[in-house]
């Protein structure tokens, strides 16, 4: 069969960008209007109220950038550090890798830990770091709540006990890109200084908005922190913000999608959010293990409800899944990035998704699997996930 036209929506399961729910493509369909008028702040000030309670934080500060996740990573250290200062960043996947990344260029000192691909942060060993830091020289700790590449969920709660059990003051600093608005995140609680996240998975909008949320205690450690910023000066926006206006001409549409993403969430509820994310999960879970395959995440207490990293035995090559998925499907999975490349496929489960969309997720991966030779038995996946959706379906009737 010719497939150079295949009917349907394109079924988007990578870890973000996620599906777009159509009442927030339509909430951004907006003509332009005059960023600096007086009705603007009736758009704007509700969003940063209603993005403390996505942190939940009732102290910090929210920001919306016009960047992506990658820019919120930046505006965290610029705002807060100095040339030369020591964090610790542990490195367990490419996003854990890249932060690392980016801030030695910027000019950081990087206690880098590595660990195995497949778990998450590691509050032992930062509880050691720090206790052995007598003089206080590192100046953060940087954490990622849900690791997209491997699938893996952190503790973040721990992360934040091991930095009481020194008796450090270093700031935590949180990756949330691939869990806020997904899983739920704590910010005051975990006493996290400056969380990260994009407007691209769990607030299902397009890329574009870097959104973060930043503690009393971060701000003022801007006030000594020497790294150049400009673009991304949190007091620029603090400034502009309190009034409802940004230091420069903001991504309109986006900013009117995310308070359709906002209603979205809040309507659902954040729990409900929470719950759904984790019962979808369970779902392609349960179709991993008939399939007789393992998650990329070591181990249970790591799985992460918003992605699953799924391993192709050994022979196999995990791209070539993801192509005839993607080509005689229409079915878009996540790609193993560097370590785990070829190694692994990722299913996406975070966002504006249900069951009956997961279900032809599975469908298609066991297709395609089984296309490259993986042997698996075919409708295994497809039915295990099934008996965990109907023993708990998301709409009781
Ligand atoms: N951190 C995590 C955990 C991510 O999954 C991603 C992107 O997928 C990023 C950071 C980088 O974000 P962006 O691609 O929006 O710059």
């Known amino acids: 069969m010719s497939n150079s036209r295949i009917p349907g929506r394109n079924f988007l399961f990578v870890p973000g960008p ?18 600096r008028s ?39 250290i610029t705002n807060t550090l100095s040339p030369g200062d020591k964090v610790i960043a542990q490195r367990f996947g490419q996003f854990t890798h890249l932060w ?16 195995e691909w497949g778990v998450g942060n590691n509050a032992e060993r930062i509880e050691e770091t720090l206790k052995a830091d007598k003089n206080h020289e590192i100046k953060a700790v940087f954490a990622t709540h849900n690791e997209t590449a491997t699938g893996v969920t952190s503790d973040i709660g721990a992360v934040r006990k091991a930095i009481d059990n020194a008796k450090h003051p270093a700031m935590l600093f949180v990756d949330g890109v691939s869990s806020v608005g997904s899983l739920d995140f704590k910010q005051d609680e975990w006493g996290v200084d400056v969380a990260v996240s994009g407007s691209q998975k769990g607030f299902m909008l397009p890329a574009g908005l870097a959104i973060m ?41 986006l900013l009117y999608g995310l308070r359709e993403s906002l209603n979205v ?52 090559d ?20 560097n370590k785990v490349a070829g190694k692994v496929f990722r299913i996406g489960h975070l966002g504006d998704l249900n069951e009956l969309m997961l279900l032809g ?37």
């Not at 927030?24 to 003509?31: C, G, K, N, S």
């Open 38 to 76: 007086p009705k603007f702040p009736e758009l704007t000030l509700p969003l940063f109220t209603q993005l403390k309670k996505v942190f939940k934080t009732e102290s910090g500060q929210a920001f919306i950038f016009p960047a992506s996740g990658t820019g919120g990573w930046e505006a965290a």
């Open 361 to 397: 997720a599975i469908a298609g991966a066991e297709m395609a699997m089984l296309d490259v030779g993986i042997p698996v038995t075919a409708g295994s996946g497809v039915a295990a996930a099934q008996a965990v959706y109907r023993a708990n379906p998301l709409l009781q009737v």
């Open 213 to 253: 949320s930043v503690s009393q205690k971060a701000l003022q450690a801007g006030e000594t922190a020497k790294l150049h910023r400009a673009y991304f000066d949190f007091q620029d926006h603090i400034k502009a913000n309190a009034t409802g206006y940004f230091p420069y001409t903001p991504a309109l549409p």
């Open 100 to 115: 690392i990344d980016l801030a030695k260029r910027i000019g950081l000192d990087v206690i880098e830990q590595d660990e």
């Open 18 to 35: 996620t599906n777009i729910p159509d009442r927030i493509l339509r909430a951004m369909h907006v003509v332009s209007e005059d960023h």
């Open 265 to 316: 969430l809040f309507e659902e509820g954040l729990d409900q959010v929470y719950a759904r994310h984790h019962h979808l999960a369970e779902g392609v879970r349960a179709a991993v293990a008939a399939w007789g395959l393992k998650p990329c995440a070591k181990e249970a207490k790591w799985n992460s409800d918003t992605v699953t990293a799924i391993v192709v035995p050994e022979g196999f």
């Open 318 to 337: 995990a791209a070539k899944v993801i192509e005839i998925a993607y080509k005689r499907y229409n079915l878009a999975l996540g790609a193993g990035l």
